[in-house]
């Protein structure tokens, strides 16, 4: 299989070239889209020689040691060439944030297989992605741990028998916190995952539990379900990835060590498995696994993600928006950590505009929304 991986030098592209070399026999790197990350980028072109390297600097090109065969583009489209390139039959869409959505929906329009990490496409322009590739014979593959659980504990069901599907989420570092805690959170400390190695965006997200907001959404597109039937549970340990719940009232539970690579080696494998990608579970030394509620009163981060999907058109894009604005401001110290969600929040409030579901409705959503967090962050 020849792949290419948008935000090769990212947690979720590394995580993939680390499977994808214990499987040189399998698996071939045609292409690799990176963003300012030169010297890891040089050392995956000179271990995997791709035929087609992106940066997103059109100042970088020359630092990259490319291999005699290697094309290297660069400007903020390149990465879409890369997501297109004949040569790949899947592609890896591990680009962050709102950056992803091109270059997702170039794969998506050029018929690849997308092995989606890249949740806020789906959230911004859910619609728009899911619509392409029907038109095109895209397949959409869920790498987020929790939809990769979905999707795997789907296969052969009948969906009829299907009453809900439950997403698991580990609480992140200040679950059982209170509020007076929550107020003095520094950015170092909500980047300390007590399960999870992520980038810096997505861990916020988990402290805040918008991330699973994020997937809330993203479940929606993909398993094609209502808001209604898409519920959250918190698990600290991480093991349970996710649930379906049957009509019958018995639940089937997909686990493992939490390890990125296992739903990355089955999204390159399905319906096939790798072997040996993560350790063997021992359940003696788990001992136990604990489920709770959310907290919807100190995260509300969670509810807000619901009602931009009930509210649906272009809400969840501004929330999406808001949100990647108001969390670079938290890590630059700017805002506090639980004026997030207020932000978020008021952001929301204030969307008046038609929800008409465009491409170019979703870039002016998205723009808006990120220029009202950044005055309202200021005034914070």
């Known amino acids: 299989m020849k792949v290419?991986?948008?935000?090769s030098?990212?947690?979720?592209g590394t995580s993939a070239l680390e499977v994808i070399a214990g499987y040189p026999e399998k698996?071939?790197?045609?292409?690799?889209?990176?963003?300012?990350?030169?010297?890891?980028?040089?050392?995956?072109?000179?271990?995997?020689?791709?035929k087609l390297v992106s940066v997103?600097?059109?100042?970088?090109p020359d630092r990259i040691n490319a291999c005699e065969n290697t094309e290297i583009l660069a400007g903020d489209t390149a990465a879409r060439a890369v997501a297109a390139m004949p040569e790949a039959e899947t592609v890896?869409?591990?680009?962050?944030?709102?950056a992803g959505l091109f270059p997702t929906l170039a794969a998506v329009r050029a018929g690849k297989t997308v092995a989606l990490a890249n949740k806020e496409s789906l959230v911004m322009a859910g619609k728009i992605i899911t619509a392409?590739?029907?038109?095109?014979?895209?397949?959409i593959i869920p790498v987020d741990s929790e939809h990769s659980a979905i999707f795997q504990l789907l296969e052969g069901r009948n969906r009829a028998d299907i009453k809900n599907i439950i997403l698991t989420a580990s609480g992140g570092p200040f679950l059982g916190s209170d509020k007076e805690t929550l107020a003095q959170v520094t950015p170092a400390a909500a980047l300390q995952h007590p399960r999870w190695k992520m980038g810096n965006k997505v861990t916020?997200?988990?402290?805040?539990?918008?991330?699973?907001?994020?997937?809330?959404?993203?479940a929606h597109f993909i398993f094609d379900l209502p808001a209604e039937r898409i519920k959250v549970i918190v698990h600290p340990q991480s093991i349970v990835h996710s649930m379906i719940e049957f009509i019958d009232g018995t639940v089937l539970a997909q686990l493992s060590y939490p390890d990125m690579k296992a739903p990355i080696a089955y999204a390159l494998s399905c319906p096939d498995r790798l072997h040996d990608i993560v350790a063997p579970m021992s359940f003696a030394e788990i001992g136990k696994l604990t489920f709770e509620d959310p907290d919807h009163e100190k995260f509300p981060a969670l509810q807000l993600a619901y009602r931009a999907l009930d509210a649906g058109g272009l809400m969840p894009t501004v929330l999406n928006g808001a949100n990647e604005t108001v969390v670079e401001r938290f890590l630059a110290g700017e805002i506090p950590f639980t004026e997030i969600p207020r932000i978020i929040a008021r952001v929301m409030d204030a969307f008046t505009e038609p929800q008409e579901m465009s491409l170019d409705a979703v870039i002016a959503a998205d723009q808006w929304a990120k220029e009202q967090a950044r005055r309202m962050a200021q005034s914070a």
């Open 204 to 218: 916020i997200d988990s402290a805040t539990l918008m991330n699973k907001g994020l997937e809330v959404i993203e």
């Open 132 to 139: 392409a590739a029907a038109e095109s014979g895209s397949e």
């Open 56 to 60: 997103l600097s059109s100042a970088v």
């Open 4 to 7: 290419a991986i948008l935000g």
């Open 27 to 50: 698996y071939d790197v045609v292409g690799l889209a990176a963003g300012k990350n030169m010297a890891l980028l040089n050392e995956q072109v000179r271990r995997f020689q791709p």
């Open 9 to 12: 030098t990212g947690s979720i």
């Open 92 to 98: 890896i869409a591990a680009i962050s944030g709102s």
